[in-house]
C-alpha cells in the first residue's frame, strides 16, 4: 500500500488542522492505520492509531481529547483531526499502516511521506 499524507500548515496555538492520508490499492480496509510525528533532534512518536475497522481507536496522553483519529474505507483515507493546537504539536506527520494495530513505529511497514506542521505561539 502506498500512503499520501497532506493537510499540514502553519496555524496560530488554539487553532485547529485537519490532517488526511490517502492509500492506494483495493486492501485499505485491511489495514490498521496510524498518524506519528517526529520533531528535530527527537524520535518518531505515537500519535494515534486506529483499527481496520475503525471501532477501535487509541491516543498518546499528549493529544488525548484534542486529536481525533477517523478513516473512510471508502474513500481510502483516514484522518487525523487537530484541535486546540499547541507549539509542542509542531513537527512532521507521518501515517502509517500495517495489518497489526499498535503504538510502536517498528510495528508499521508502510508510511507516507510526512505533511509539516507548524504552531506558532
Known amino acids: 500500500v502506498q500512503l499520501q499524507a497532506s493537510g499540514g500548515g502553519l496555524v496560530q496555538a488554539g487553532g485547529s488542522l485537519r490532517l488526511s492520508c490517502a492509500a492506494s490499492?483495493?486492501?485499505?480496509?485491511?489495514?490498521?492505520m496510524g498518524w506519528f510525528r517526529q520533531s528535530p533532534g527527537k524520535e518518531r512518536e505515537f500519535v494515534a492509531a486506529?483499527?481496520?475497522?475503525?471501532?477501535?481507536?487509541y491516543y498518546a496522553d499528549s493529544v488525548k481529547g484534542r486529536f481525533t483519529i477517523s478513516r473512510d474505507n471508502a474513500k481510502n483515507t483516514v484522518y487525523l483531526q487537530m484541535n486546540s493546537l499547541k507549539p509542542e504539536d509542531t513537527a512532521v506527520y507521518f501515517c502509517?499502516?500495517?495489518?497489526?494495530?499498535?503504538?510502536?513505529?517498528?510495528?508499521?511497514?508502510?508510511w507516507g511521506q510526512g505533511t509539516l506542521v507548524t504552531v506558532s505561539s
Open positions: 502509517a499502516a500495517d495489518f497489526k494495530y499498535g503504538s510502536s513505529p517498528r510495528g508499521y511497514d508502510y
Open positions: 490499492g483495493r486492501t485499505f480496509s485491511s489495514y490498521a
Open positions: 486506529i483499527s481496520w475497522s475503525g471501532t477501535s481507536t
